[in-house]
């Protein structure tokens, strides 16, 4: 069965230093979709930076970018120049195969930016 | 453009009553879904519809939760009866045409209580 997993329950950054969120994931589906969500304390979730399976480059999104290593299942987000509005949950979501959109969630990522 | 609106915010009921959740989602889009947010989780899927039709609703305890499209657009979860174990924050989202690759939206959530 397909799985997220985030291994880290919470992780520390500076202002203004880099941060990588890990991901792994697995399925045995060839296509597939890789998704980075932020969730602030209002409870939104608000979409980062996707990147397909089939994808070669990894995607990037202004301070956000997707460290995708498909023979290891990973999909790693990495934040350059942390801010403090950066603080929030962070969730890597899949979706798995080319006919369904269903979004199976890890359980996130609790990101703390300090000055 | 105007996100995905849902209400109530918050909702504090005792178990065994009933409540219902509304959704509004963006503008033009066909898909719809609810998902559960147990805390310290990420969100599962409950429903989703395309237009007015259930695609997928594995994951809904059907013998206590419900949910309508009725005219393709505003959508409505109901618990009833509630249980303890439904104390969750409940989120709706919505995509275009519900395609791999397609981000799905989401809206501020309402946080149940169940006492």
């Known amino acids: 069965a397909q799985k997220i997993t985030q291994t880290q329950p919470g992780m520390f950054v500076q202002e203004k230093e880099a941060v990588t969120l890990d991901c792994t994931y697995d399925t045995s589906d060839q296509s597939y979709g890789l998704f980075w969500y932020k969730q602030p304390s209002s409870g939104e979730m608000i979409f980062l930076i996707y990147?397909?399976?089939?994808?070669?480059q990894n995607a990037t999104e202004g301070r956000y970018s997707l460290n995708f290593q498909k023979a290891r299942k990973s999909a790693n987000l990495v934040i350059s120049a942390s801010q403090l509005g950066d603080s929030a949950m962070y969730f890597c979501?899949?979706?798995?195969?080319?006919?369904?959109?269903?979004?199976?969630f890890g359980t996130g990522t609790r990101l703390q930016v300090f000055p | 453009e105007a996100g995905v609106a849902q209400s109530p915010r918050y909702k504090i009921i005792e178990k065994r009553q009933s409540v219902a959740f509304w959704c509004n989602p963006i503008s033009g889009h066909a898909t719809l879904y609810w998902y559960q947010q147990i805390l310290g989780q990420g969100p599962k899927l409950l429903i989703q519809?395309?237009?007015?039709?259930?695609?997928?609703d594995s994951q809904l305890p059907k013998d206590r939760f419900s949910a309508e499209r009725l005219k393709g657009v505003d959508s409505t979860l109901k618990i009833q009866p509630a249980k303890l174990e439904d104390s969750a924050v409940y989120l709706c989202?919505?995509?275009?045409?519900?395609?791999?690759?397609?981000?799905?939206?989401f809206g501020p959530g309402t946080r149940l209580l169940v006492l």
């Open positions: 979501a899949m979706r798995e195969g080319y006919n369904t959109d269903k979004l199976i």
């Open positions: 990147q397909g399976s089939y994808d070669e």
């Open positions: 989202a919505s995509s275009l045409f519900g395609a791999t690759g397609e981000t799905q939206y």
């Open positions: 519809f395309q237009n007015n039709g259930v695609v997928d």
